[in-house]
DNA sequence: GCAAAAGTGTTCCAGATACACCCATGT
DNA sequence: ACATGGGTGTATCTGGAACACTTTTGC
């Protein structure tokens, strides 16, 4: 017996709020509507869910499909059902946040066709349906798993430094920390290790490169 | 243009992980399936989501038709959309979990005709479908709540004592705590004031009760 | 030599931990 | 009087916060 004879069935989608820190912000990359409704506003990549695909599965394939990034960091955050979210019908939509290096922007995102493009977070345009409300939820996340996660390293390439690291919490954060003590507490983690090289950038002395004990593994720590 | 033209649509349920404490353990309540798949195994409450209806809202009105408790704490825990783990369609789950205090049991739950019942979390039977897994979820964010909010209340009468919101800690986190500090603790985080009465219950000493001084409401703390 | 960012240690404070005895009650 | 669980204070430890100067490089 099929679904549609026994209950009348909501869609259900996956909306991907997907963060990189680049240029000293936080940055989310928005899609802009080609139909109605909302034709013309940005809204989150994202789509219907294949009737035999896993949630996940759905979400990295948009992903795939409509921004052409692969292998980042995605993680569930909450179920968006207001019946009235979308104006043409009942859609649940599950949401979900992926983080990326801003390193791999530009060499896999054509930004095609202006269809896409990358926002500061703070200047961000209104969004369509509730994705502002979901922007907002991913961020608040987002935030708090920095404080008790390795979180924060997914938006490093595989060898950073700590002032890398230092800067995506306070652009997150949006606070300065003290560099001896970021430095001390990140390494007393045990979660990181010296490469050996360094990296020469600009009129200043080097900087070490780190990278993840357990590269691509969020940890839970403390 | 009604869904089912559209696109062959999963189905949208809400499942509900009812947790008490009660008799010095973290039980949790289950409803005996009387239809197949499943028939006669124990299920977590819950059901479809009607087309017009919130998901909160849902989870809610699912837990009052089935166990007649209202009043709950309620927060969405995880959606599960295995393509599988239902075997008659697709249904994607967006899983709640309830907390609610002991005392509010006897009064309100009849347990009609045996299809209701209270398991120990520990000695809980195979649930059904995918529901093992939902519990199991569901219980780590109760331990990792009790840990920055006051969650722990919720599952306490209006006027408690604190031996009593202790026992709620030493239940969910397994371990004892020591009696001085958890005072010390609770009291400090300035969300609980003395009643000014005590209950006298046994050969002993009577002991404070205390309220909160928000009620209803789950503070972040720390 | 100078500008610019990287790197380094110590002191202090607050919150967590460890720990043992007296109190009020009912029987 | 005694059994039962309720209530109290201090010393110690540990992790976080505050704080300023030296190092290395490119120009």
Redo the contacts between chains.
């Keep these: 017996?099929?679904?549609?004879e026994?209950?009348?069935?909501?869609?259900?989608s996956v909306d991907v709020v997907i963060f990189t820190i680049c240029e000293g912000a936080l940055q989310l990359l928005l899609a802009k509507r080609q139909r109605p409704p909302h034709q013309g506003k940005w809204a989150l990549p994202g789509g219907?869910?294949d009737?035999?695909?896993?949630?996940d599965t759905s979400a990295l394939r948009h992903l795939r499909e409509q921004t052409s990034l692969t292998g980042v960091y995605l993680e569930?955050l909450?179920?968006f059902?207001?019946?009235s979210r979308d104006p043409?019908?009942?859609v649940?939509s599950?949401a979900y946040y992926a983080l990326t290096p801003a390193a791999r922007l530009s060499a896999q995102i054509n930004l095609e066709h202006n269809r896409l493009r990358w926002f500061t977070f703070t200047t961000r345009p209104n969004l369509a349906f509730d994705h502002d409300a979901i922007v907002d939820v991913a961020r608040q996340r987002l935030a708090a798993k920095l404080a008790y996660s390795t979180i924060a390293m997914q938006f490093l390439p595989e060898r950073f430094t700590l002032p890398d690291l230092q800067n995506v919490y306070e652009i997150i954060l949006g606070r300065a920390f003290d560099k001896r003590n970021f430095r001390k507490h990140v390494l007393a983690l045990d979660q990181i290790e010296e490469t050996g090289e360094e990296r020469r950038l600009g009129n200043h002395r080097p900087a070490r490169l780190y990278r993840m004990k357990r590269p691509g593994q969020v940890e839970v720590i403390k």
């Design positions: 017996m099929p679904a549609s026994r209950y009348p069935e909501p869609a259900i219907i869910v009737l035999r695909e896993d949630l569930q909450y179920t059902g207001n019946p043409r019908m009942r649940v599950i």
